[in-house]
């Protein structure tokens, strides 16, 4: 069983077009991440929910909108899609929101903007 | 400004040698910093966490360091094999809040 799933695995789509992305983990852990990881493989955080309340936004254009319908789930919608969004969007998740936990990834939503 | 860099981007070792690969901060005082693995087209997996009052952490071939005096994490694969070929990156929690900060990445080649 996959722990932390992300669909759709790959998203090609013309600029200013809005799109989703959805996240689900069959962990029962309390807390959600999404991180955007650029061509250089850079992987930096975007936002944190813990038990469906966001904890963490970090300094992310309001054309990205988290939302989270349950602990389980953590879906992110974006609006009028850039070329700099291209990037691979990763979600995880971790038992709790402090540092001594692993984080479990999803194999990431491949986002390519034409 | 807050950073968290790892030692040149890609590292070649011939198989059966020690990977040693580095992680510094600055203006971080973490309580804790991961280890994660992350082979092409897959998200990152888990492999090592220390906590800041421990020197050392092993599991297997892997071996962590932790120095908070040199703002530095060494994370080193014995006896190295091809299959250890992938990204490693180190993350840490910089205690200031509820997030996760991750270093540049090292790509690990090993060589048969």
């Known amino acids: 069983d996959t722990a932390v799933s992300q669909t759709p695995k790959y998203l090609v789509t013309q600029m200013g077009n809005d799109k989703s992305i959805k996240c689900e983990q069959n962990?029962?852990?309390?807390?959600m991440y999404w991180y955007k990881q650029d061509s250089k493989k850079f992987l930096k955080i975007m936002f944190s929910?813990?038990?469906?309340?966001?904890?963490i936004n970090e300094t992310v254009p309001n054309r990205f909108s988290p939302k989270s319908p349950d602990k389980a789930h953590l879906n992110l919608h974006i609006n009028s899609l850039e070329l700099g969004d291209s990037a691979v969007y990763f979600c995880?998740?971790?038992?709790?929101?402090?540092?001594?936990?692993?984080?479990?990834f999803g194999d990431g939503t491949r986002l390519s903007i034409l | 400004s807050q950073k968290i860099e790892q030692n040149s981007e890609a590292l070649n070792i011939q198989e059966g040698k020690t990977a040693t690969l580095t992680c510094n901060y600055t203006?971080?005082?973490?309580?804790?910093l991961q280890w994660y693995r992350q082979d092409p087209g897959r998200g990152p997996v888990f492999l090592l966490l220390?906590?800041?009052?421990?020197k050392e952490k092993r599991k297997e071939r892997l071996k962590v360091t932790f120095d908070t005096t040199l703002k530095q994490s060494l994370f080193h694969i014995t006896a190295s094999q091809p299959a250890d070929s992938a990204t490693y990156l180190c993350a840490l929690d910089p205690s200031t809040g509820n997030q996760f900060y991750f270093g540049t990445g090292t790509s690990l080649t090993v060589i048969p």
């Open positions: 995880a998740s971790s038992p709790n929101q402090r540092g001594n936990q692993p984080q479990h």
């Open positions: 962990l029962g852990h309390d807390t």
């Open positions: 220390i906590r800041e009052n421990e």
């Open positions: 203006n971080y005082s973490p309580a804790y």
């Open positions: 929910y813990n038990n469906k309340e966001l904890i």
